[in-house]
């Protein structure tokens, strides 16, 4: 069976805006994250979400698949002539660059001598102004939890023709809190040119990092109505696990709980906290019966109307 179309892994039209992929994504992994969801096929449907997101959120491959579809590597080795493209990958599917894309990396790795086109004939200073001229960036995905913690990251090189494929390793040490976008200037042993990674964090599914913070994090936590109310004890993800969250009585959608240290930590040991949002989910009002709707409206009654002020109509 061949893989579903990524729109509809998502649920979305092919005119989705960045916003609608974004949030079906966020939906979509709250639910089938295999911390929440022990269903035996969760964690296959979270994989497949993730992969449509990678690709959808990203503008050059959206733009990809949606001409060429599942065939979009193929397409682009199509098209990158006899030589064959190089394949840049960080533990997940390899990303593809062509000869040219990838001039400056293969250079790095193997010297000038396998440069397109070269015969070994040029300068030393020529063939060096020509690496320089033709540096480009490559990125390697790396997992939300690697990039957080800090690790090693294996990445491959790949070169040559099909049926005559090379493989080169190279162990990089990605650094704790890692933030998406930062780029790392490694240097293969032997070669004489620095190569330059960008990192591409890959989303959790819950944990996010918080918009102008380095080192805080944030989830999203789901709560019934009567666990609002009454106040709970839920048990959230975290970097190292999971944490129990002590939910006030009377909590509100929006309302920020925080806590502390659980957050990233730098390589001075400084570290962040996480923030829990809540985000409190009413029953479907057909499922409830009569003594249930009569108990709601009891207590709306004695809440009273939560719009108050003079700006709101009486």
């Not at 080795?77 to 990396?105: K, N, Y």
């Not at 996480?274 to 249930?292: C, M, N, Q, W």
């Amino acid at each position: 069976m061949g893989k579903r179309d990524y729109y509809e892994v998502l649920g979305l039209k092919r005119g989705a805006s960045a916003d609608e992929i974004r949030r079906a994504y966020r939906g979509l992994a709250r639910e089938l994250h295999p911390d929440v969801n022990k269903a035996p096929d969760a964690a296959k449907k979270f994989a497949e979400v993730q992969e449509a997101y990678e690709t959808l959120s990203d503008e050059a491959k959206r733009g990809q698949y949606d001409r060429f579809g599942h065939a979009a590597p193929q397409a682009s080795r199509s098209q990158a002539g006899a030589e064959g493209p190089f394949r840049w990958s960080g533990g997940t599917p390899a990303s593809e660059f062509d000869m040219d894309e990838i001039g400056s990396v293969f250079d790095a790795f193997f010297g000038s001598r396998y440069s397109p086109g070269s015969e070994g004939a040029g300068s030393s200073r020529g063939q060096r102004g020509r690496r320089a001229q033709r540096q480009q960036s490559v990125e390697v995905s790396v997992p939300f939890v690697l990039a957080a913690k800090g690790g090693t990251q294996t990445v491959r090189l790949r070169h040559g023709a099909s049926g005559a494929e090379r493989t080169s390793t190279l162990e990089v040490q990605i650094p704790p809190a890692t933030a998406d976008g930062t780029k790392l200037r490694v240097k293969p042993p032997g070669a004489d040119v620095a190569v330059v990674l960008v990192v591409r964090v890959q989303p959790h599914g819950l944990l996010e990092r918080v918009e102008g913070s380095d080192l805080d994090l944030k989830i999203e936590v789901p709560l019934s109505v009567s666990e609002a109310v009454m106040g709970a004890s839920v048990r959230v993800p975290t970097l190292d696990g999971s944490a129990a969250l002590s939910v006030p009585p009377g909590s509100s959608s929006g309302r920020k709980l925080r806590l502390r240290g659980m957050g990233l930590k730098d390589e001075s040991g400084k570290q962040g906290d996480l923030y829990a949002i809540i985000r409190v989910v009413v029953p479907d009002g057909s499922t409830l019966g009569e003594a249930e709707r009569e108990a709601m409206r009891a207590i709306g009654l004695k809440q009273g109307s939560p719009r108050t002020g003079a700006a709101w109509p009486a």
